[in-house]
């Protein structure tokens, strides 16, 4: 039996919350969605959410305090034995890992909202919508470079903008739509049907048919 893929995932986390696509990378692996093991997960938060989780579904946890140096990444990755490093709500920049096998989710549209997280995501995009610069949010996936959201982007599912929508109302529903496609999206990834060679954009391969723009839908 050929062996599974193993992912290191990386979720910040907040003090109570936080880890939600961690524990669904979880749960999907074990369901068979995602064809792959997750080895563990890292935080930067000793006691928080995240840490929580990881307790409840038996997955190793790792307190990655920093300095977030390439070393300091390098080391927690050979200890992990992890081939791919999934990043779902880490907020520290990412240095010194092999950048065909590191990729992020990000919670709104890609580049417009570069170098943004959490809630200030959600604020931008209302921002864009009120100068009606912008009618949809979106949900991006992209390889990971020495630089926030610079790496190339292989996903983007957008989401439609409501009049009445505030930044939670928002967040929540674009977290309905990164809950649904992440697994499918990262199985993908470390089956090696979408790739890069980590230098060249140009370089980045999708399946046959796979088509990165898909269109809005109202529900994930």
Same mark, same amino acid.
């Given at each position: 039996m050929t062996a599974q893929p193993k992912i290191l995932v990386f979720a910040s986390g907040s003090a109570t919350g936080g880890g939600s696509g961690f524990e669904n990378l979880v749960r999907c692996s074990r369901a068979g969605?995602?064809?792959?093991? %997750?080895?563990?997960?890292? &935080?930067?938060?000793?006691?928080?959410?995240?840490? *929580? +989780?990881?307790?409840?579904?038996?997955?190793p946890f790792v307190y990655f305090a920093g300095p977030w140096d390439a070393s300091r990444y390098q080391q927690i990755a050979r200890d992990s034995g992890a081939g791919f490093f999934a990043l779902s709500g880490?907020?520290?920049?990412?240095?010194?890992?092999?950048?065909?096998?590191?990729?992020?989710?990000?919670?709104?549209?890609?580049?417009?909202?570069?170098?943004?997280? &959490?809630?200030?995501?959600?604020?931008?995009?209302?921002?864009?919508?009120?100068?009606?610069?912008?009618?949809? &949010?979106?949900?991006?996936?992209?390889f990971v470079t020495p630089k926030y959201d610079d790496g190339p982007i292989f996903f983007r599912k957008e989401v439609k903008i409501w009049t009445n929508d505030s930044? $939670?109302?928002?967040?929540? +529903?674009?977290?309905?739509?990164?809950?649904?496609? *992440?697994?499918?999206?990262?199985?993908?990834?470390? *089956?090696?049907? %979408?790739?890069?060679?980590?230098?060249?954009? $140009? &370089?980045?391969?999708?399946? %046959?048919g796979y088509r990165i723009l898909r269109e809005y839908d109202e529900h994930p």
């Open positions: 969605v995602l064809r792959a093991e %997750i080895v563990g997960v890292v &935080s930067s938060r000793e006691m928080g959410g995240v840490r *929580q +989780r990881a307790d409840r579904l038996g997955v880490w907020l520290k920049l990412v240095l010194g890992l092999d950048p065909r096998f590191t990729f992020n989710i990000h919670p709104g549209p890609l580049p417009e909202t570069e170098g943004l997280y &959490s809630h200030f995501v959600h604020e931008a995009a209302l921002a864009a919508f009120g100068r009606d610069k912008n009618t949809r &949010s979106a949900v991006c996936m992209h930044p $939670d109302t928002l967040g929540a +529903r674009v977290n309905e739509f990164e809950l649904c496609w *992440q697994p499918i999206i990262t199985n993908l990834v470390v *089956q090696r049907e %979408i790739r890069w060679d980590g230098r060249d954009p $140009d &370089s980045l391969r999708f399946p %046959i």
